[in-house]
């Protein structure tokens, strides 16, 4: 069997299969909304980072740069992030945009809450001693910077 054999298709029930050609593949993709379209902006701060599944820079459609640049701005300066739903390689995704800087968007997709297991540790009723909590603190703030490079 030859590459050009193959074709796609798609299991409607046990070894019985649906081909789909090249055409109604690239009609549906045409279907795609390549529009942003944003439903809330929320405090950056609000959104966990174990809610992150995957980080993309986000370019702007050719004609849209001065209109995203503004509004990266004024997201850093509101520290908000825009929360929307999308298709993406017509997959429906839940995504943040949040601004980097004054001119760069990034763009997280995320999980959906009932995809982020719980964490419950059972507490033990042990209060952390004043002394030990104050030399923590101290430890804190001598470590502490306002931005490490990973490189």
Same mark, same amino acid.
């Given at each position: 069997? &030859?590459?050009?054999? @193959?074709?796609? !298709?798609?299991?409607?029930?046990?070894?019985?299969?649906?081909?789909?050609?090249?055409?109604?593949?690239?009609?549906?993709?045409?279907?795609?909304?390549?529009?942003?379209?944003?439903?809330?902006?929320?405090?950056?701060?609000?959104?966990?980072?174990?809610?992150?599944?995957?980080?993309?820079?986000?370019?702007?459609?050719? !004609? &849209?740069?001065?209109?995203?640049? @503004?509004?990266?701005?004024?997201?850093?300066?509101?520290?908000?992030?825009?929360?929307?739903?999308?298709?993406?390689?017509?997959?429906?995704?839940?995504?943040?945009?949040?601004?980097?800087?004054?001119?760069?968007?990034?763009?997280?997709? @995320?999980?959906? !809450?009932?995809?982020?297991?719980?964490?419950?540790?059972?507490?033990? !009723?042990?209060?952390?001693?004043?002394?030990?909590?104050?030399?923590?603190?101290?430890?804190?703030?001598?470590?502490?910077?306002?931005?490490?490079?990973? &490189?």
């Amino acid at each position: 069997m &030859s590459r050009n054999d @193959l074709v796609k !298709g798609y299991e409607v029930s046990r070894c019985q299969y649906a081909e789909v050609a090249e055409e109604e593949l690239d009609a549906l993709e045409a279907e795609v909304n390549r529009n942003v379209d944003i439903q809330e902006f929320v405090p950056v701060a609000a959104v966990d980072p174990v809610y992150f599944k995957k980080t993309y820079h986000f370019i702007p459609n050719t !004609g &849209s740069e001065r209109p995203d640049r @503004l509004l990266a701005h004024a997201m850093r300066q509101e520290e908000r992030g825009a929360i929307e739903q999308l298709v993406q390689r017509g997959k429906e995704e839940f995504v943040m945009i949040r601004a980097v800087n004054e001119t760069q968007l990034m763009l997280h997709v @995320l999980y959906y !809450g009932v995809e982020v297991r719980a964490f419950e540790r059972p507490s033990s !009723g042990i209060a952390a001693p004043p002394k030990e909590l104050k030399l923590a603190t101290e430890l804190i703030h001598h470590l502490a910077s306002n931005r490490r490079e990973i &490189s």
